[in-house]
Each structure stands twice: as C-alpha cells, then as structure tokens.
C-alpha cells in the first residue's frame, strides 16, 4: 500500500443494500481524495450516491468494499467506540432537515455535541455563545428553533456543527430548504469557515453552489469521474 498522502482518500468504494431478494447498489465504485482545507462540492442527482458517500465519510455507514482514510486512519478498521471518538473529534454534521431538538433553544442545541467532552459548563456556554455570535445570531442564543426562519435554523446547525471546532464539515443539502438569497448567505459563512482553516465538503444537486468550491466532485450512479487511490 502506498503512503497516505491526503486528508481522505477512498479506495475501491461500494456499498450495496439488502431488501429481501433484492440488492441495489448505492455505490458502485469510487476512488478519489480531498486535501486538508479543500472547499469540495458532490454533485449528482438524486438517487446518485451522494448521501450515501456523506455518511461513509462520516464513520456512520459501513461500506460493503473499500478503504476510507481520514488523516491516514482506516475508519472502518476501527471499532464502533472509535469511529465514536473520531466524530467528536474530527466530524461537524450539517443536515438539510437541521434536525434541531425542538424544545431546547440555540444555546442548548449548539451544545448538544459537547456533551461528550468532560468540559465545565460554563466553558461550553462560552464556547457555544461563540460560535452563534460567528453565524450571526449573538441575540437569539435563548430563542426555540420554531422561533426562527429557515436560514436562522440552519445556522443554527452550522453553529453546532463547529462548535468542537472539527477540522472536517459535512453539510448534505444545507441549502436545499432555503431561498436563492438566503442559501447565498449560508454558502458564503460555509466558505469564510473553510478560509478560516475547516475542510468542508457539501453534498449538493445545485449547480450555482459549486461556485463557491474549489472543486468539484461529479458522481453518477454510483460512480465519480476523480480516479485518485491510495492503495
């Protein structure tokens, strides 16, 4: 096997799922990497193995063939306390459903991955008041999600995505619920995030996002056109 030489590199990538009888191919074969503070866009349809690729790279989905290497580790040479470990320190999710706990405001929403970090509470309101200052809404940390706008929310995922301060973002569709004029404003903060030191990688079937990448990823049916490996 050659060195690692990248951030992540995925090798001979495939994951198939079962349903009785029958097995679909999320995806079919993949090999590429994305270099530390690279701003990287998937693009593909629906349907095409995007989220799929998302949730690998995050240690949350197991592929049926392959190697994922973060920062030279085998993610799923690790064990299930590890892979655990690994997206405390490593990992910030964006969702596209926000998936906000509905009856804790901001600050207790954007605190919510701290949980596991041994940290004194007053660190981690100071840590999260931060981070909702950074995304803008420094006067809405006591506010509940339904009392925001959609973009607000989002932010409010992005807050607590960055809130560990992980090296690595994952954001599936973090503009797809919102307006053209709002989703300009959430790639522009995704983009002053990856300026600032963060790798983000940002699943999208939205053309205009990609400008905001300093590349792009193109995957079809289960495949991508970048054939880089490491092994």
């Known amino acids: 096997m050659k060195p690692i030489n990248h951030l992540i590199e995925i090798c001979d990538l495939k994951k198939?799922?079962?349903s009785g009888d029958t097995?679909?191919?999320a995806i079919q074969q993949m090999d590429f990497f994305i270099d530390d503070q690279e701003f990287v866009t998937i693009m593909g349809q629906s349907g095409s193995?995007?989220?799929?690729l998302l949730s690998i790279l995050g240690a949350l989905?197991?592929?049926t063939r392959g190697k994922v290497f973060v920062d030279s580790l085998d993610l799923y040479d690790l064990s299930a306390e590890q892979r655990a470990d690994f997206r405390s320190e490593y990992?910030?999710?964006i969702f596209q459903s926000f998936q906000l706990i509905p009856y804790l405001t901001v600050i207790e929403n954007?605190?919510?991955p701290m949980a596991v970090t041994g940290l004194k509470n007053k660190v981690k309101n100071q840590m999260a008041r931060e981070v909702i200052e950074r995304v803008g809404l420094g006067g809405k940390a006591d506010r509940l999600p339904d009392q925001l706008s959609g973009g607000e929310q989002e932010r409010v995922a992005i807050a607590r995505?960055?809130?560990n301060k992980p090296p690595i973002i994952l954001a599936d569709e973090p503009t797809g619920n919102l307006d053209t004029s709002t989703a300009t404003e959430i790639m522009e903060l995704l983009q002053s995030l990856n300026k600032e030191g963060h790798t983000i990688i940002v699943v999208t079937h939205n053309q205009d996002m990609a400008a905001y990448a300093t590349r792009t990823i193109r995957?079809?049916?289960g495949r991508v056109s970048d054939k880089k490996c490491a092994a």
Not at 49 to 52: A, H, L
């Open 91 to 93: 990992i910030g999710f």
């Open 49 to 52: 193995g995007k989220s799929t």
């Open 161 to 163: 995505a960055i809130v």
């Open 219 to 221: 995957v079809s049916d």
């Open 61 to 63: 989905n197991r592929p």
């Open 110 to 112: 954007v605190k919510l």
């Open 16 to 18: 198939t799922y079962q």
């Open 23 to 25: 097995s679909v191919d």
